[in-house]
């Protein structure tokens, strides 16, 4: 059988006070190696507080957090080699161009160099896409620039987990595409990524898991997927209610979701008579999709579908879909479509999954 492989991160019952005041209130979860994890929660949620304990720069009060089986207390060299941490709204020396600011650091971490090559420096620029502007002064860089010299310079020792504060805010939209084109590709080179953010729709396309915070508790955490799945079954009434969870100790290397999926109610062994089985609480997703066809075709098509409950012209084009089912309705669509020799250009769900995610499990504070 294969070792189940080390945590990226792994925290278990952090907490931490400042003052009276409880930022971080029995934080457990783990982030998995080669993931792109999504730390959401609304400003002062105790992010940064969780993020600054996870760079060795606060000592927790309570909990253990480990990055790739490292103490954060015991072994803070061991875990700053391993770590490329960039901090919310971090400065940048301003008169200096990129690649003098690039070399100073790669000085400052003793990153090794063959002779005055800094070959480091170059890979660098090269995966952040600065080479072009390595003569480029820094104070005339614009913001999502600027950003992008941080990420430079975090990843200058190769570091294995990349913790980014905020990394998105304050960017334009073309910067913030940029820098997930880039967090996909540092995924691909199998880092793992740790990212905060208060804003949901900044992360959406790029995370595979996420912990939601709110007032430095978690509600939810886990690979949206089973998150998902979790939150359907309990809104059929299978699961249990919302209920932040611990990762059990008996399977430390695979937490799963937060919600607990598996607790499904018991049957009644007692009644003599069979119940008649409760008809399912289906749930009710919607779709929109493009077909290149008058919309009164598609209607047509659709609604002899069973679990189809709404066609409806949407916005741009679309026909937002009402239905009654998971991805396999979605799929029946599409082929009933197709049978039509009717061409379907795209199928989008009506909210992306981390915004469904987000509706149900928190209070609706958050952004
Ligand atoms: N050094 C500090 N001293 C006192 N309170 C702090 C300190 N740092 C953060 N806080 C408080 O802790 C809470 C969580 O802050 P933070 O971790 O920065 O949240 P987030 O990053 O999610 O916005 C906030 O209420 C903040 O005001
Ligand atoms: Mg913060």
């Known amino acids: 059988m294969n070792e189940p492989r080390l945590p990226a991160i792994s925290i278990r019952h952090l907490s931490h006070r400042f003052g009276r005041f409880d930022v971080l209130r029995d934080v457990s979860f783990d982030v998995h190696q080669g993931e792109i994890f999504g730390f959401i929660g609304p400003n002062g949620a105790g992010k940064t507080t969780t993020i600054r304990v996870l760079a060795t720069l606060l000592e927790p009060m309570a909990g253990r957090v480990k990055v790739l089986g490292h103490d954060v207390t015991l072994e803070p060299e061991l875990v700053r080699k391993h770590i490329g941490y960039m901090p919310d709204h971090a400065g940048v020396y301003d008169r200096v161009t990129v690649r003098e600011y690039l070399e100073f650091f790669a000085d400052a971490y003793k990153v090794p160099t063959a002779g005055s090559s800094y070959a480091v420096v170059d890979a660098s620029m090269e995966l952040t896409d600065l080479t ?40 334009d939209p073309r910067a ?48 949206i997927g089973e998150i998902s799945e979790a939150l359907d079954r309990q809104r059929r009434g299978v699961g249990t209610a919302r209920q932040p969870q611990a990762p059990s100790a008996a399977s ?9 999926p598996t607790q499904a ?103």
Request: overall charge negative; cysteine-free; charged content about 25%.
């Open 265 to 367: 109610p018991a049957p009644n062994l007692n009644s003599f008579v069979p119940a008649a089985p409760e008809p399912e609480r289906v749930v009710e997703r919607s779709v929109k999709l493009r077909v290149l066809a008058p919309f009164e075709r598609v209607s047509a098509i659709l609604t002899d579908l069973p679990f189809v409950t709404s066609v409806r012209l949407g916005s741009m084009a679309t026909i937002q879909v009402t239905f009654a089912g998971d991805d396999r309705a979605v799929a029946m669509m599409v082929r009933s479509l197709v049978l039509a020799e009717l061409s379907v250009v795209s199928v989008e769900p009506e909210r992306n999954e981390l915004e469904r995610i987000f509706l149900e499990a928190t209070r609706g504070d958050l952004q």
């Open 132 to 171: 072009r502007l390595s003569d480029k002064i820094v104070s005339t860089m614009s913001k999502g620039m600027k950003q992008r010299l941080q990420l430079a310079r975090v990843l200058l020792h190769d570091p294995k987990v990349l913790i980014l504060d905020e990394p998105a805010s304050d960017l």
């Open 252 to 260: 430390p290397a695979n937490p799963g979701p937060a919600i607990d």
């Open 176 to 223: 913030r595409i940029e820098i997930r084109d880039l967090l996909m590709e540092l995924r691909a080179m199998g880092k793992t990524v740790l990212l905060s953010s208060h804003i949901l729709t900044e992360l959406a396309d790029v995370v595979t898991s996420v912990a939601i915070m709110e007032r430095g508790r978690i509600i939810v955490a886990g690979p």
